[in-house]
C-alpha cells in the first residue's frame, strides 16, 4: 500500500475502499452495532419549523414533485436530530398522482380521491399502472444521495397495496376501512383487480427511488392490523409480496397492530416494524430470524426526558433479543411533536453502549 509521512505520522494514501460504518444498513444486515441506530416514521415534516416554512404556500403533493424542495425537507431531520438514517420526503399516494389518478392531500385531512374505486367498472376506469415521468423522484433522490453523508443511510419507501386500498375504495382518511374489507370478500375478483393495480405503482415507485440510490425501502401497511391472520394471508399479502418484488436492497415490512401475524409479515423481508402494543422480546420470540425496528409509543415524547429514556432503555434491552435492532416510534412522529424531544432522545440513544447492558 502506499503510504506517506505527515507530522512524522504514517498515513494510508490511495486508499480504494474507505469503509464507513452504517448503522441501519449494517443492522439489516445483521450486524449490531455497540451504539443503537434510530430515525423516526414522519421524521420528515410534521413537527419541524424550518418545514414549515419551507412548504408555505405549496400543497402537499405538490411538493413531493419538486425536487430540490423535496431534498431539502428529507435532509431537514438528519441535520437537526443526527438520526442515523434519511427518509425519502413523498407519500404514499405519490404513485397515484403519477400514475394520474385524481388525488390530493387536503390540510387537515390527508388523502382525498377525485372518484373513490368500488366497482369493477371504476377498476376498469384506472389509468394503466404506469409513470409518465417520474424524473423529479429520481432526481430528488440523487440530490439527497450528494448531500448525505456516507454514515447515514437513505431509506425509500411506498405504501402497501392494502393501505393504499383502504384510501382508494373509501375516497377519503377512514377509522376501520370497513368498504375496503368487504369489498374483498364481497367481490374477490375486482379486489384482485384493485390490489394488482396497487401493488404495481408501488413496486414501480421503489425502483425508481432504488435506481436513483434508494439503499434500503420500507413498505408502510399502517392499517393492516385492522384485519384477521387467515383474510391478510388469503387477500393482502400475496400483493404486499408483488410489490416487493425485485427489490434488491434490504425491506423493512411495517404494519401497527399486527402481532398476529407478524411471521407473515416477515417473510421474505429484512426487518418488520412493530408498534408500542408488542414488546420487542417477545416479537423475536415470533419473528427470530428477522431485524426488528420500533417501538417507542409516540405518546412516550410527551411524558418528560426521564420516564422518555426510561422507556427508551428498557426498548433497546428488549432488541437484544432480535439479530439486530432499529429504534424508531411504533408509529409516526405526532404533528404536535417538540423537536427538541427527538434531538434530545436520538442524543441519548447514541450514548448507550449496548456492550454494557448485556448480563
Ligand atoms: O400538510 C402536511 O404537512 C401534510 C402532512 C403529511 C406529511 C408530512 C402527509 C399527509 N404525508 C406526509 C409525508 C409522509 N407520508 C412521509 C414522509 C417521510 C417521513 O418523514 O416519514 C411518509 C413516509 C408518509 C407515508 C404515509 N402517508 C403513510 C404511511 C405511514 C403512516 O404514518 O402510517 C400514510 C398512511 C399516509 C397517508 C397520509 N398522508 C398524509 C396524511 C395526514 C396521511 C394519513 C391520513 C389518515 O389516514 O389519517
Known amino acids: 500500500m502506499n503510504s506517506g509521512i505527515i507530522g512524522g505520522e504514517l498515513f494510508p494514501r490511495n486508499i480504494g475502499v474507505i469503509l464507513v460504518q452504517q448503522r441501519i444498513l449494517d443492522a439489516l444486515n445483521h450486524q449490531r452495532s455497540t451504539t443503537p441506530p434510530v430515525w423516526f416514521m ?3 415534516g410534521r413537527s419541524l419549523p424550518e418545514y414549515k416554512k419551507a412548504r408555505e404556500g405549496i400543497a402537499m403533493l405538490d411538493s413531493c414533485l419538486m425536487p430540490e424542495l423535496a431534498a431539502e425537507i428529507t435532509l431537514q431531520p438528519v441535520r ?3 438520526v442515523d438514517a434519511a427518509i425519502f420526503f413523498s407519500d404514499i399516494m405519490v404513485p397515484l398522482r403519477l400514475a394520474a389518478v385524481g388525488v390530493d392531500i387536503q390540510p387537515g385531512v390527508g388523502p382525498v380521491l377525485d372518484s373513490p374505486v368500488r366497482t369493477a367498472r371504476d377498476i376498469a ?30 431509506l425509500g419507501f411506498a405504501g402497501a397495496p392494502f393501505t393504499l386500498a383502504a384510501y382508494m375504495v373509501e375516497g377519503r382518511p377512514s377509522k376501520d376501512h370497513l368498504r375496503a374489507r368487504a369489498l374483498m370478500h364481497s367481490d374477490p375478483d375486482t379486489w384482485d383487480k384493485l390490489l394488482t393495480w396497487c401493488a404495481t405503482v408501488s413496486n414501480l415507485f421503489l425502483h425508481v427511488q432504488i435506481d436513483a440510490g434508494a439503499q434500503a425501502v420500507q413498505l408502510f401497511d399502517s392499517w393492516a392490523g385492522s384485519l384477521s391472520r387467515e383474510t391478510y394471508a388469503r387477500h393482502v399479502l400475496p400483493y404486499s409480496t408483488q410489490a416487493l418484488e425485485n427489490v434488491t436492497v434490504p425491506r423493512i415490512h411495517f404494519g401497527t397492530n399486527t402481532a398476529h401475524f407478524l411471521d407473515l409479515m416477515a417473510e421474505g423481508v429484512e426487518a418488520v416494524g412493530v408498534d408500542h402494543r408488542l414488546p420487542l422480546d417477545e416479537a423475536a420470540r415470533i419473528v ?34 432480535a439479530p439486530a ?13 417538540d423537536p427538541g424531544v427527538l434531538t434530545e432522545l436520538v442524543a441519548y ?3 448507550l453502549d449496548t456492550d454494557k447492558l448485556i448480563g
Open 42 to 44: 414522519r421524521q420528515a
Open 80 to 82: 437537526r436530530h443526527d
Open 125 to 154: 376506469a384506472l389509468p394503466a399502472p404506469t409513470f409518465d415521468d417520474a424524473s423529479m423522484i429520481a432526481e430528488a433522490i440523487s440530490l439527497i444521495r450528494a448531500e448525505l453523508t456516507p454514515e447515514k443511510t437513505l
Open 288 to 321: 427470530p430470524d428477522t431485524v426488528l425496528q420500533g417501538n417507542i409509543d409516540p405518546a412516550l415524547l410527551f411524558a418528560g426526558a426521564d420516564t422518555l429514556h426510561a422507556h427508551a432503555l428498557d426498548i433497546v434491552r428488549r432488541g437484544l433479543a
Open 325 to 337: 435492532h432499529i429504534v424508531n416510534l411504533g408509529h409516526g412522529v405526532p404533528p404536535t411533536t
Open 349 to 351: 440513544l447514541h450514548s
